[in-house]
């Protein structure tokens, strides 16, 4: 169970790290579009 639990810790971390990266890349291109 705890092993499980790790798994998905571990999983939900690469997704919110996943879509910080998307978040910072579409700012970045919103930016450099505006500029």
């Known amino acids: 169970y705890a ?3 790790l798994k998905f ?3 939900g971390f690469e ?3 996943k879509a910080r990266k998307l ?3 579409k700012r970045s291109l919103i ?3 505006f500029s």
């Open 23 to 25: 978040n910072f890349l």
């Open 15 to 17: 997704v919110v790290m």
């Open 31 to 33: 930016l450099f579009h």
């Open 3 to 5: 092993m499980e639990l």
């Open 9 to 11: 810790r571990e999983a």
